[in-house]
């Protein structure tokens, strides 16, 4: 008996050790997590190229319906995924566009997307404010609803958000806005992941106070410093989903510096800057942290895969972007898309809205005045300023239209004409002007308008064979209208004395000369790097200076109502007009050599601008 006791006793210690050896080995194991990321999607939810006829939708290289196949195969490979996006999402297609503005009774498609592909976790990018507060509130509610047969609750966290009513930059409480979690804990198989996500700080300098009102922006390394104790007692790893960038813009770009600063992230997933690839910083310990920027309109998708240890405390992570282009179409994401897609052309892009009476050629865009540049100049002047009465109506010094307006080619496609003969219909404004861009009227010196132009004048080129063209495209190459506006520019002169005449009015243009111009946001904000040309040779311009603005025409944006975009004030001026005329009245030229102005002209502008310089 004792003998048979003891055998009884050794087989149920024997049981015992077996019933716990798959916990214990478990606990000392390594367990795989794979993260994926998008960000600055951009409205891209159906694979369709909007400058391209409707019945090529659905077959575009690109699209988060593409996206979708990839997620839905990897979960079906590992056990433990978590994906986010980085925000910029809703603005950029006329499928976002229109249910953002026109639709609000129908649930927002880039959060029912983000429901139905079990999306993790959201952080809102910069242009997600750019429609208003009424809006976004509504999409954030949508994304945030408790889950229901379509999709699961997604998670917003934006850490550096905080409530304007109890934070300023003289104390914190660190309550954030909209009371979202600062970060999130996951648990895979016992490892505990710690994600933050950090908004872009710079709303204010790029959208009108009523659009972010009741938002405290926090520095966003101050941020995460005052959370890492708590996450790092909190979880075995940390990953941070941020709406900026690396290194591009010093003012919204600052992962390179985060990672630097701290020695407690593991992973980062970096939207804004539109990158595509994986970039590696050492930290403070010397550590190398990849960035993972998964570029923009699901042309990729960012991952990582960690291999934690559990036994060491140790990370191995094999970070990548995949191509997603021509990725095949998941079904059930295109199905649940399709009726979007089918609205926004039936009920919005196929909408006509009046008739060009000739062709407006793409032809010499960047060496010769145009009909569409002279077009797209003066729907911003007829734009930005009071012409109602209505938007700020005790104030008059707004009730005058722009003396001059900046503009460039703004286009995508490559079609002969960029506006045929014939109808016109809504979503051809998508093809003439890419960006959701917005207009001000502010003032600028004679100098100023000056040298605006020497910086778009040093873009003009010769090749090998003396033909023209523009260096780096004519995104970035700005022409300059206004009735009584004359400028030359000689590309053979030296960088810097290239606008060999400027004339308003019959008169040479001094450096003291006051113009009221309209220029669009990118710009004003510092954008394609005219302002910096400025502040390097002479001027004094502050991007985004409130001192400067006459109007603006976010004004008409505010409330969702949206009537100052720039495709909006484009189709509302065709609409207006019933009829628009391919015809062309700037007067602007590039020369070689000499030009035709009276040379007694010029040479009575370059004394009196020599007599002021001397003066002066």
């Excluded at 593409?66 to 079906?76: D, G, I, L, P």
């Excluded at 503005?101 to 429901?115: I, N, Q, V």
């Excluded at 660190?174 to 933050?196: C, R």
């Excluded at 700020?392 to 045929?420: F, R």
């Amino acid at each position: 008996m004792p003998l048979l006791r003891k055998t009884l006793a050794l087989l149920a210690s024997l049981a015992l050790v077996l019933t716990l050896l798959p916990a214990a080995l478990a606990d000392s194991g390594t367990v795989e997590i794979l993260f994926l990321g998008t960000s600055d999607i951009h409205g891209q939810y159906y694979a369709t190229d909007y400058t391209a006829d409707q019945s090529a939708s659905g077959s575009y290289r690109q699209g988060l319906t593409r996206v979708a196949s990839y997620v839905k195969e990897q979960r079906a490979a590992y056990k433990n995924v978590f994906l986010a996006d980085a925000g910029d999402l809703v603005q950029g297609t006329p499928l976002s566009y229109y249910f953002a503005f026109y639709r609000a009774d129908a649930a927002d498609p880039g959060m029912k997307a983000l429901r139905a592909l079990d999306y993790d976790l959201w952080v809102p990018g910069n242009h997600e404010f750019n429609y208003g507060l009424e809006i976004l509130n509504r999409q954030l509610d949508q994304l945030t609803a408790p889950a229901d047969e379509e999709g699961d609750q997604v998670a917003v966290s934006v850490a550096n958000y905080l409530d304007a009513a109890t934070n300023s930059d003289a104390s914190k409480d660190w309550a954030t806005w909209k009371g979202y979690e600062p970060y999130h804990i996951y648990d895979y198989d016992g490892v505990k992941v710690a994600v933050m996500g950090i908004g872009n700080p710079n709303i204010p300098k790029w959208d009108v106070p009523a659009n972010w009102e009741g938002i405290y922006f926090a520095d966003p390394i101050e941020t995460y410093l005052h959370y890492e104790p708590e996450m790092t007692a909190a979880a075995d790893l940390i990953v941070v989903v941020s709406h900026s960038g690396i290194d591009s813009d010093s003012e919204s770009d600052f992962m390179r510096r985060l990672v630097e600063q701290t020695s407690s992230i593991d992973l980062i997933f970096s939207g804004h800057e539109h990158r595509n690839g994986v970039t590696e910083v050492a930290n403070a310990a010397g550590k190398t942290v990849p960035i993972i920027s998964p570029s923009t309109k699901c042309g990729v998708i960012g991952q990582a895969l960690v291999s934690y240890n559990k036994a060491t405390g140790e990370a191995a992570i094999q970070a990548e972007c995949v191509n997603m282009q021509n990725y095949p179409v998941d079904p059930a994401a295109e199905s649940l898309l399709a009726p979007y897609e089918s609205a926004a052309w039936n009920e919005y892009m196929l909408q006509s809205i009046g008739v060009a009476t000739g062709d407006f050629t793409a032809a010499n865009l960047g060496t010769a005045p145009s009909a569409f540049m002279d077009l797209i100049n003066r729907v911003q002047i007829w734009g930005a300023y009071d012409n109602t009465g209505l938007n700020t109506p005790d104030d008059p010094t707004d009730d005058t239209p722009a003396m001059l307006s900046i503009s460039a080619p703004l286009t995508s496609g490559d079609a002969a004409n960029l506006i045929e003969k014939g109808d016109i219909v809504l979503g051809d404004m998508f093809r003439l002007y890419r960006y959701e861009n917005w207009f001000y009227q502010i003032r600028m010196s004679g100098k100023e308008v000056r040298t605006w132009l020497e910086y778009a004048a040093s873009k003009v080129q010769q090749d090998e064979n003396g033909e023209l063209y523009i260096d780096g495209g004519l995104t970035y190459y700005d022409v300059i209208y206004g009735d009584g506006f004359y400028y030359e520019i000689d590309y053979t002169a030296p960088e810097g004395s290239r606008i060999s005449a400027m004339v308003y009015n019959g008169k040479p243009v001094k450096d003291d000369d006051t113009f009221t111009v309209v220029i669009n946001n990118y710009r004003f904000n510092g954008g394609g790097n005219y302002v910096a040309y400025l502040n390097e040779h002479g001027c004094e311009f502050v991007p985004n200076d409130e001192s400067r603005v006459i109007y603006s025409t976010q004004y008409d944006m505010m409330k969702g109502e949206d009537m100052g975009q720039a495709r909006n004030l484009l189709a509302q001026y065709i609409t207006e007009s019933r009829e628009i005329d391919p015809v062309i009245t700037s007067t602007w030229r590039l020369v070689d050599g000499p030009s035709w102005v009276p040379q007694v002209l010029r040479a009575w502008g370059s004394a009196l601008r020599t007599a002021l310089n001397r003066a002066a």
